[in-house]
């Protein structure tokens, strides 16, 4: 009887030992088998609008193969959007970290063998009068998921001000954009007789003159790249004068099937001061070319001016003062 007893106990023993032992080898495995871990040198930032700032990641293990992970708007407090700021990563789809991985966001990819890698974010110089903003971020693994992120590192948040200064910014909008429940932005569309084409076809541009008739930035027209919307900025060392909005359809897109009208705007802004749209009404069958409004200025003051009554603008009307084309250094 005894000696069953023992011979029960050295079973139970040996069992034990290889329960233990089984054990020690899945730690063994857990560490082996972790993912690197990264972490971000700065989850606290202040920023003016158009100002880049540049974060680092530091990985606790280089990685054999590259690393996915997204940049995406944390709602959680955050008072700006997420088309309020530019990443360095490329812009993700649904097929690659969009609404199948989570929000739209911001694709990195941390390279293989890597101990380190470097991202920026911008917050984007609009001509809204907003006051500061907060902007929060979330940094997340995506993509092939082959590295994490430090729970600590996850979230940053960049407090972002209005630039203020004397200058007047100035763009000029058609495309009529709209915004999916991703974020995602599409041009607008119309019918043609045969397909369907986009409102950014049709190539405004616009520019800004002296009394004489120069343009003011030089000759150079920044405002007629063939981009959708154009832009351009009116520097406050100009003398003090009259200057006149021009506004000219460079070239029409697909003929439609149905006569339509342009959603055609000009937004401007003292940056950080005041911000104004003026309104264009116009249909795809007017062949434009024409001042749209006077800007006074008077040393760091301006006002904006309805090309046909002289009131302070509201809303902007159409003027033939003129009809002349001028060159455009910067056409592609």
């Not at 915004?179 to 043609?192: E, K, L, Q």
């Not at 200025?297 to 003129?322: E, F, M, P, R």
């Amino acid at each position: 009887m005894k000696i069953y007893n023992f011979k029960n106990l050295l079973a139970v023993a040996a069992l034990s030992m290889l329960v233990t032992s089984c054990n020690d080898d899945d730690t063994l495995a857990d560490v082996r088998n972790a993912k690197p871990v990264v972490t971000v040198d700065n989850i606290l930032a202040s920023a003016n609008e158009g100002e880049e700032l540049t974060f680092t990641l530091t990985v606790d293990k280089p990685s054999s193969t590259p690393m996915d992970f997204k940049v995406e708007l944390y709602a959680n407090g955050s008072t700006a959007s997420f088309r309020d700021f530019d990443c360095s990563g490329v812009e993700t789809d649904i097929a690659e970290g969009g609404y199948s991985q989570g929000p739209i966001g911001y694709k990195l990819v941390f390279p293989a063998y890597a101990e380190t890698f470097q991202f920026t974010i911008t917050p984007k110089l609009d001509l809204l009068t907003e006051g500061n903003e907060v902007l929060k971020l979330r940094i997340a693994s995506s993509g092939n998921g082959a590295g994490l992120v430090a729970s600590a590192s996850e979230i940053i948040t960049i407090n972002i001000s209005d630039v203020i200064n004397n200058n007047v910014g100035f763009e000029l909008e058609w495309a009529q954009t709209t915004t999916d429940i991703h974020g995602t932005i599409f041009d607008g569309t119309y019918a043609t007789p045969t397909s369907t084409a986009y409102f950014s076809d049709w190539d405004f541009d616009f520019w800004l003159e002296d009394e004489l008739g120069n343009e003011v930035n030089g000759g150079t027209y920044p405002g007629a790249t063939a981009n959708s919307p154009e832009f351009f900025t009116m520097e406050s060392t100009l003398p003090d004068g009259n200057y006149y909005l021009y506004v000219d359809l460079w070239q029409a897109g697909p003929a439609p099937a149905v006569p339509f009208n342009h959603d055609l705007k000009v937004n401007m802004s003292k940056y950080g001061v005041w911000s104004k749209t003026i309104n264009i009404p116009l249909t795809s069958n007017d062949s434009f070319s024409d001042y749209v409004a006077i800007v006074e200025k008077a040393g760091d003051i301006y006002t904006v001016y309805d090309i046909n009554s002289g009131d302070v603008i509201i809303s902007g009307k159409v003027s033939k003062l003129k009809n002349k084309m001028k060159h455009k250094a910067n056409r592609k």
